[in-house]
């Protein structure tokens, strides 16, 4: 099982749509959580920072629960601009040095008109 | 927002070259990590720095080397280039007097091997 698991994707939606992402992480010991946005190519770039129970930022919103170790991402009234990977990140500082942050997978999104 | 810098953005070399990537940050950061992605593939880390002199190797054996000479500096050595090396290559920093802070890529090296 991986550390990090993400929705296998790819999720295909209107424009307009809700849409929502789903993350669980295994390590209980991870402290800090991240959503970043990867395009085609390009470098990963970090959408939103999840510390506590949760925060929103415009039409997204993101959720941890630290209880069942799951996060969420939820993106409100999708544009096409959105199209991309989304990258769940954990952070846990107990870690071996340098394996601190894990990666999942991804979920990749297009967001059709 | 970090500023972190890799070059060349894209290079095409042949078999058998020597190759340098280069990876720049002026935050300040001791944290830096090299990351290798095939297209569409999860990130996979290769190398990662805590400090001036100080590099380990990560979670994915490469071929590579790197250096620590200078805080914000952290390149990538390949001593021979293969078509196995044609890859992305992100380079990434974070700060350690934010624990628990979020990694700061540059914008990626986009290497070919003919």
């Known amino acids: 099982r991986k550390e990090v698991e993400q929705d296998p994707g790819p999720f295909n939606v209107p424009e307009g749509a809700t849409v929502a992402f789903n993350c669980t992480y295994s390590?209980?010991?991870?402290?800090?959580f991240f959503w970043y946005r990867q395009d085609c190519r390009k470098e990963p770039k970090l959408l939103m920072s999840v510390y506590s129970s949760g925060n929103e930022d415009g039409r997204f919103t993101a959720q941890l629960n630290r209880a069942s170790q799951y996060i969420s991402l939820l993106i409100r009234d999708s544009k096409l601009s959105d199209s991309a990977t989304y990258l769940c990140v954990v952070n846990a500082l107990q870690s071996l040095p340098g394996q601190n942050f894990v990666f999942g997978p991804g979920t990749r999104l297009s967001v059709l008109p | 927002e970090a500023d972190i810098y890799q070059t060349p953005r894209y290079l095409v070399i042949g078999t058998g070259k020597k190759i340098t990537l280069e990876c720049s940050q002026t935050?300040?950061?001791?944290?830096m990590y090299w990351y290798q992605q095939d297209p569409g593939m999860e990130l996979h880390l290769i190398h990662y720095?805590?400090?001036?002199?100080?590099?380990e190797k990560g979670d994915l054996s490469s071929e590579s080397t790197v250096s620590r000479i200078r805080t914000e500096h952290f390149p990538l050595t390949l001593e021979s280039a293969r078509p196995s090396h044609t890859s992305q290559y992100l380079c990434a920093s974070s700060d350690p007097s934010h624990p628990g802070g979020p990694l700061h890529f540059g914008n990626g090296t986009r290497l070919t091997v003919t």
């Open positions: 390590n209980s010991a991870s402290q800090s």
């Open positions: 720095s805590y400090g001036v002199n100080s590099t």
């Open positions: 935050m300040g950061h001791d944290k």
